[in-house]
């Protein structure tokens, strides 16, 4: 009704369809890797390639890998980025930290608990998709 009353000043909406992918345009520099351990304590260890700032990204790397593995928070301790470790880390920038590393983290323990799942279907003579991990 605006646009049929006034012939000169016209009012409308506007769609601009954009496809960016996560952070860097370059997109060698969209890489990350992590590394898991599984103590017989149930302790878990995290070392991935970001670098935190203050914006959350180890206790959300921590969470993710919580999940994947079936145990409580308090049990994961991701530790300071080290290239000896996880080496050739992108930088931790273009809101990448968690995208990334929390995706490497997250690949990383679920090869962990494959493979814990195929050791202990082993043990009990079941298949592995029969472990269950929780609590």
């Known amino acids: 009704s605006w646009n049929a009353r006034h012939p000169t000043l016209k009012r409308g909406l506007a769609v601009t369809p954009v496809k960016f992918g996560i952070s860097f345009t370059a997109t060698l ?3 990350a890797g992590a590394l898991v351990h599984v ?3 149930g302790s878990v260890q995290v070392n991935h390639g970001g670098t935190e700032m203050g914006q959350g990204l180890h206790t959300k790397v921590a969470q993710i890998v ?10 994961v301790l991701v530790t300071a980025s080290d290239t000896s470790k996880v080496p050739n ?3 931790t920038a273009a809101s990448s930290g968690t995208d990334l590393n929390g995706r490497a983290a997250q690949f990383a323990a679920r ?4 493979n814990l799942a195929a ?9 592995a998709g029969a472990v269950q991990f929780e609590n």
């Open 29 to 31: 520099f969209n890489q």
């Open 66 to 75: 919580a999940d994947e593995l079936g145990v409580p928070l308090d049990r």
């Open 89 to 91: 880390a992108s930088a």
């Open 39 to 41: 103590y017989t304590d």
């Open 111 to 114: 090869h962990v608990r494959d």
């Open 119 to 127: 050791f202990v279907a082993g043990l009990d003579h079941c298949g």
